[in-house]
């Protein structure tokens, strides 16, 4: 069983591009979830999705950044004119949504995101 | 009320000796406490995990205690090896929120 994919691992982008971060969860799962780690810091949540539904994106800047998790294919995060700030390690999480195992999110590799 | 603290920041033991991490929590909301591995340059990894109706969960070397009424909780790693040596970090999430809270992490470095 493939666990969490992301693609690209490592993604350079100059400011004022725009950088996409693909997310396929573990088969079975509907619920993905990003997060961002800074360098020497813990896991930040950014957004909650379900297929075709964004349930919580409390944790997202409200300008440049956005998630789609469409009903075929991967989960997307889009963070447009990149500046340097945005430079992270982006995470994705998926978990199975059922009752009693709703809470187990299994974490993909990442996609170190460097802006120069 | 969100943050989950997490100490100590790094920490050195002897191969074969305990590992204490303790984290600590405000929210009396939170219903789901998991503990995860990260290796550099890896995504972190599940280890083990509790919620609050008992107060110690074992699996192998790795045992999460839990004190409700301190709103703490703490993972303990017995006989420690060097394998273990990476990144720990707790997390918590409530009911109505899947999203987890992240502690800041634990540097571990368990010496030969």
């Known amino acids: 069983n493939a666990g969490v994919m992301q693609n690209p691992r490592h993604l350079v982008r100059r400011r004022g591009q725009e950088a996409r971060l693909r997310c396929s969860p573990m088969k079975g799962h509907s619920h993905v979830y990003w997060y961002r780690q800074l360098p020497e810091e813990g896991l930040k949540f950014m957004v909650y999705?379900?297929?075709?539904?964004?349930?919580?994106e409390s944790g997202m800047p409200k300008e440049r950044f956005s998630a789609e998790f469409p009903k075929e294919g991967p989960s997307i995060l889009r963070i447009q004119q990149v500046v340097r700030g945005d430079s992270a390690a982006y995470f994705c999480?998926?978990?199975?949504?059922?009752?009693?195992?709703?809470?187990?999110?299994?974490f993909g590799p990442g996609t170190r995101l460097t802006v120069t | 009320q969100q943050q989950v603290k997490q100490s100590p920041q790094s920490l050195i033991v002897q191969k074969g000796g305990i590992s204490i991490i303790n984290c600590a929590y405000e929210n009396t909301a939170f219903d789901y406490f998991p503990w995860y591995q990260q290796f550099p340059g890896k995504g972190p990894a599940l280890l083990i995990a509790i919620r609050p109706d008992v107060s110690e969960k074992k699996e192998g070397r790795f045992t999460i205690s839990f004190n409700k009424s301190a709103k703490q909780f703490s993972l303990h790693i017995m006989d420690s090896q060097p394998g273990d040596s990476a990144t720990y970090f707790c997390a918590a999430s409530m009911d109505s929120s899947y999203k987890l809270i992240f502690g800041s992490g634990t540097r571990l470095l368990v010496r030969p």
């Open positions: 999480a998926s978990s199975p949504g059922t009752s009693g195992s709703r809470y187990e999110q299994y």
């Open positions: 999705l379900q297929k075709e539904n964004i349930i919580d």
